[in-house]
Each structure stands twice: as C-alpha cells, then as structure tokens.
C-alpha cells in the first residue's frame, strides 16, 4: 500500500501514542502526581513538572472546539481528491485539545460543540490517524 501524503514520525514520546492508534485505542498520558492528562506526549508535566506519568486508553469522545474546512488542497496533488475536507481541534473528554480530521459527515454540517467520537483511518500498516466523527444523537 502506497500511501503518499504527509505521516507521523514517532518520537521517544510519542512512540506510544502511535503504537495505541495502531492497535486503534486512543492513549494519553496522566501525570501521576496531578492527575493532568495531557496531549501530545511530553516528558514533564506543564502543570507541576513532574516527570512521573502513566499512559491510560481515553474514552474517545470529544466535543469540536475550533475548525475550517478546507477547499483548496495544498499541495494540490495530494490533495486535490480529498477537498473538501475538515480539519479541527477538538477537546477531548480528559481535557486535552488535539488536531484532527472530523469525518463521516458533511464538512457544512460542522457545529461548535459538536459531540464527536475517534475512529482511526489506518494510512499505512505503521500508522493509523485518529480521527473523529459525529456522535449521532441518542448514541451517547
Ligand atoms: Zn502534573
């Protein structure tokens, strides 16, 4: 499979974050002194400083906090097929905000406050992208 566009290179921090999306389950790390859940994967925590921390699998649920739709794919030939197409931070139900893809809807149809949920879009065997979709109603 030949997957062309831009992907994450995993770092000593992140290397665990992206071995959760492989495996399709959304980890974060939790301070073990505060109990801060944080994203993305970092080596201290910036609300106490402490480098003691756990990985835990969060729940998946975000609400959509900021977002633009994309018409005029850059670069236009790896793009081009996609457009239009969402791209969002998000809060995360922990606290965190993460940049995303919201998929699975009309781009039009994006709300502040939308209730989404992860799904992940596998791009290479290595790699799968932790996306959103819309939570329909009465599914919570
Ligand atoms: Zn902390």
Sequence with gaps: MTYAKPLPVPDADSAHFWAGC?????????????????????PVCPACRSRAVDWIEASG???VFSWIVVRHPVPRDLYQDEVP??????????????????????PDAVTA???????????????ALPCFRPVL???R
Excluded at 30 to 40: A, D
Excluded at 85 to 106: F, H, Q, S
């Design 113 to 127: 406050g939308m209730a989404v949920e992860v799904v992940f879009r596998e791009a290479t065997a290595e790699i």
């Design 61 to 63: 649920r975000a609400t």
């Design 85 to 106: 197409y969402v791209v969002a931070l998000v809060t995360l139900a922990e606290g965190p905000r993460m940049a995303t893809n919201i998929i699975g809807c009309d």
């Design 22 to 42: 492989r495996s399709h389950r959304l980890l974060l790390q939790r301070c073990r002194s505060c109990g801060t859940h944080r994203y993305p994967a970092g």
């Design 137 to 139: 109603a009465g599914a």
